[in-house]
Each structure stands twice: as structure tokens, then as C-alpha cells.
T-cell receptor, first 110, second 114 residues
Framework: QKEVEQNSGPLSVPEGAIASLNCTYSDRGSQSFFWYRQYSGKSPELIMS????GDKEDGRFTAQLNKASQYVSLLIRDSQPSDSATYLCAVRYNFNKFYFGSGTKLNVKP | TAGITQAPTSQILAAGRSMTLRCTQDMRHNAMYWYRQDLGLGLRLIHY???????GKGEVPDGYSVSRANTDDFPLTLASAVPSQTSVYFC?????????????FGPGTRLTVL
């Protein structure tokens, strides 16, 4: 069983702050890493993917990958109330196998 | 762009009845997946298909079957529904040949088995 662990939260941050979401995974053979946003009652929406160590930035979002420590994180700068959602971490290994964490609920307070 | 469509949006089903959840994608992705999402358990893979004509079992396949007759469609069948199959079901697709093989999800089907 491949484990993908996330703190379930809720993580509360004030509007305009940086939200930091973390994810650890168990399989060192994992190849690609993904962050999804899921609003209540909706389907997961892909935010970012990353497969190399280091940082990857896209607008207000930055994904960080550290394969040696087996963690991946998502930073959300200038958090907005519309960012309030559950964030899912997903890991791909062995060509086409994906495992998901149970998600971290983020609340951005106005 | 439609992306992935699922039908029905929601369904109440009597235990013991059969049902097929439909999934269609228009992105010409080779791989398709069925997940269920239950509170506190995250997304769990039921079945997958790497390409048309092939299918495989995921983490929780019991009680479910799939077929992949063509690239676009990937129906999920519950032969004899049980209450533990009450869940939200998501279909997803990806292109394994793409660099990161990103998965994209349909809107989901909320199924209640009574």
C-alpha cells in the first residue's frame, strides 16, 4: 500500500497571508506529484504538477518537492477567501498508478 | 470544452439492483479511471484502463466491473448494489505519454444505496 499523508486540518489563515500545505509519501519510486483543489460538492481540480526537486511557481501557487525527504508542499500566496477548499495531494508511481491523500481543508478568513 | 462528462449526476438505488455509471471524455486520453470518495478516506481507485480494450483492478474493485470498448467511454457497473457502495464516484482520464501524466476529473456521480 502506498501511503500519502496529509494533515486533515482545518488550516485557518487570514486573507492575504501565505497558506502552507504539506504532504508526505512513502514510496521513493514515486515519479510525479500533483496538487488538486476540491470545493465542497465538486470534483477535484488540478492546480499544479511537479516532478523535479525544487520549486515550481504558477501565479500565486508554488509547489515544492523534496524527494530525499519524501515530501511535497503547496504554498498559496496572498490567500483569498475563494481559496477556501480541500486540497488533495496525489502521487504517481509505476507509470500509471496514482494515490491520493485524504486532503487538507483550508479556511481563509476575510 | 466538455472534458469529462458523467451520468447520472445523482441516483438513489435499492440494494440488490444493478446500475451502470457512465463516463465519456473528449480529450482522446488513453487512460481512464474510476474512483470513489468517502468522507475521511480520500479518493480510492476502483478500476482503471490504460488504453482501449484493457482494464485493471485498483485498490477497491470488489462489487464493480468496467469495460473499455473505445477510447472515449468507460462505464462502471454495480451488478448487485449494497449500502456500503454509497459514495461519490469520480471518473478521471489522463494521457500516459504526456510528461506528467496529469489526471483530470469528471463532475462526479453521487450514489445512495438503500
Amino acid at each position: 500500500q502506498k501511503e500519502v499523508e496529509q494533515n486533515s486540518g482545518p488550516l485557518s489563515v487570514p486573507e492575504g497571508a501565505i497558506a502552507s500545505l504539506n504532504c508526505t509519501y512513502s514510496d521513493r519510486g514515486s515519479q510525479s506529484f500533483f496538487w488538486y483543489r476540491q470545493y465542497s460538492g465538486k470534483s477535484p481540480e488540478l492546480i499544479m504538477s511537479i516532478y523535479s526537486n525544487g520549486d515550481k511557481e504558477d501565479g500565486r501557487f508554488t509547489a515544492q518537492l523534496n524527494k530525499a525527504s519524501q515530501y511535497v508542499s503547496l504554498l498559496i500566496r496572498d490567500s483569498q477567501p475563494s481559496d477556501s477548499a480541500t486540497y488533495l495531494c496525489a502521487v504517481r508511481y509505476n507509470f500509471n498508478k496514482f494515490y491520493f491523500g485524504s486532503g487538507t481543508k483550508l479556511n481563509v478568513k476575510p | 470544452t466538455a472534458g469529462i462528462t458523467q451520468a447520472p449526476t445523482s441516483q438513489i438505488l435499492a440494494a440488490g439492483r444493478s446500475m451502470t455509471l457512465r463516463c465519456t471524455q473528449d480529450m482522446r486520453h488513453n487512460a481512464m479511471y474510476w474512483y470513489r470518495q468517502d468522507l475521511g478516506l480520500g479518493l480510492r481507485l476502483i478500476h482503471y484502463s490504460n488504453t482501449a480494450g484493457t482494464t485493471g483492478k485498483g485498490e477497491v474493485p470488489d462489487g464493480y466491473s468496467v469495460s473499455r470498448a473505445n477510447t472515449d467511454d468507460f462505464p462502471l457497473t454495480l451488478a448487485s448494489a449494497v449500502p456500503s457502495q454509497t459514495s461519490v464516484y469520480f471518473c478521471a482520464s489522463s494521457e500516459p505519454a504526456a510528461k506528467n501524466n496529469e489526471q483530470f476529473f469528471g463532475p462526479g456521480t453521487r450514489l445512495t444505496v438503500l
